[in-house]
């Protein structure tokens, strides 16, 4: 049993800043991909950043320049920093994870949301 949980979320500015956290419990061996994805209201879910077990990131190309994805194994933590936040990124935003158990059972997770609202 694998639990994510967000937070950081709330209400900004256009042009501020947020930093999202996504921490795993439970019965953890290994986390390899960790991910951040976001959904508007009437709108797909999107994937906006990948972090893999050896660090290596990738983005969404709206998001490039301005988010930072990272992670601190220690705490099986990771982050999202969103800088120059625009109105358009206002989404409840999900962290996603590979974690294998020690039954070495690989199973995708998914957290329970956090909101992001950026406001002009």
């Known amino acids: 049993q694998v639990q994510l949980v967000e937070s950081g979320g709330g209400l900004v500015l256009a042009g501020g800043s947020l930093r999202l956290s996504c921490a795993a419990s439970?019965?953890?061996?290994?986390?390899?991909?960790m991910r951040w994805y976001r959904q508007a209201p009437g709108k797909q879910r999107e994937l906006v950043a990948t972090?893999?077990?050896?660090?290596?990131?990738n983005y969404a190309d709206s998001v490039k320049g301005r988010f930072t994805i990272s992670r601190v194994n220690a705490k099986n933590t990771v982050y999202l920093q969103m800088n120059s936040l625009k109105p358009e990124d206002t989404a409840v935003y999900y962290c996603?994870?590979?974690?294998?158990?020690?039954?070495?059972?690989?199973?995708?997770?998914w957290g329970q949301g956090t909101q992001v609202t950026v406001s002009s």
């Open positions: 996603n994870a590979d974690v294998s158990t020690l039954d070495w059972e690989w199973k995708n997770y």
């Open positions: 439970g019965r953890i061996f290994r986390i390899n991909d």
């Open positions: 972090i893999t077990g050896g660090d290596s990131t």
